[in-house]
């Protein structure tokens, strides 16, 4: 009899160390379904999870997948790719603007031989809202500073505005479906995130810009001044420039040879007239830049 309790007692250890090393867990779910859903005229929204399996014994054939949305048990698809990836589509009723669910697993953990023994999970209590606002496109992805793009969405309102990488835009508000933004003086050849700002729900991601480089336009293309004159550097660009103005950096290798103040081309503006004076002969170069623009070498003498 005892020895009977010992091999009993040893194999209840055995059982529990090996599901201790084999990791005896129940799946979870990781829920893929947004929060907030932007409306559609159709009123079918897809509730996705991803099903975590950490125990081997259990029986991949034999699981099968539901979501649980207002009392209807709706069973999910698997993906024909990531077999852990399921989803369903679930038609709101008329009137709802929102739903709340769970998810369900059902699945045979194999104890032995053919031995297999029926489990069911099930997730937490899960919501998603409908936003009846959303972000469609932009109009362009790509093109140079100063240029305005279009943002069609529908929801929009004149208290939106518009950011790309984190910097505020000049923001236009023309109608619930359209804004228009002028891409702000960043460096070029970047990509930057487009964001809306505003709403309830804080910022929602548009997608990505790049800026492509401009031609800044120096006139005229080489100077010389005599000591004590003055003469004028006329800067141009295609568009106008943003609501913060546009800062021409002007850098010389004969400092004490030119004298000149800072250049901004104003808001609203294409060029600036720059006045400059010569300081001590000498001869060297000026070189010209502004974010978003090619860089302009003109010689300069002062004689």
């Not at 800062?247 to 030119?258: A, G, L, M, P, R």
Request: proline share 6%; charged share 20%.
């Amino acid at each position: 009899m005892m020895n009977s309790l010992s091999t009993l007692s040893k194999s209840i250890i055995l059982s529990a160390s090996l599901c201790l090393f084999t990791s005896c867990k129940q799946p979870s779910f990781i829920n893929l379904t947004s929060t907030n859903l932007s409306q559609n005229p159709s009123g079918i929204y897809t509730l996705q999870t991803e099903l975590d399996i950490q125990d081997r014994h259990i029986s991949e054939d034999s699981i099968e997948v539901f979501a649980v949305v207002g009392g209807d048990t709706i069973p999910m698809t698997k993906d024909p790719v990531n077999p852990f990836l399921w989803s369903c589509d679930y038609k709101l009723p008329q009137g709802f603007d929102e739903a709340t669910y769970y998810f369900a697993a059902k699945y045979s953990v194999n104890r032995g031989g053919n031995n297999f023994s029926p489990r069911e999970v099930k997730s937490n209590l899960q919501v998603f809202r409908l936003e009846n606002r959303y972000v469609g496109n932009l109009a362009s992805y790509r093109g140079p500073v100063g240029v305005e793009i279009a943002v069609q969405g529908r929801g929009l309102t004149k208290y939106d505005s518009i950011t790309m990488g984190g910097a505020k835009t000049t923001t236009r508000y023309l109608s619930e479906n359209e804004l228009r933004f002028t891409i702000p003086a960043l460096p070029a050849g970047v990509d930057y995130p487009v964001q809306l700002i505003g709403g309830p729900h804080g910022a929602l991601d548009i997608g990505n810009f790049r800026i492509d480089e401009s031609v800044l336009g120096v006139v005229p293309s080489s100077l010389e001044i005599k000591s004590g004159d003055s003469a004028t550097l006329l800067f141009k660009i295609d568009f106008e420039a943003p609501a913060s103005g546009l800062t021409i950096d002007v850098k010389t290798d004969i400092s004490k040879s030119v004298i000149m103040p800072v250049a901004i081309i104003s808001s609203g503006n294409k060029t600036v007239n720059i006045p400059i004076r010569g300081g001590e002969p000498g001869e060297g170069k000026l070189v010209v830049t502004a974010p978003g623009y090619q860089s302009v070498e003109v010689p300069i003498r002062v004689y």
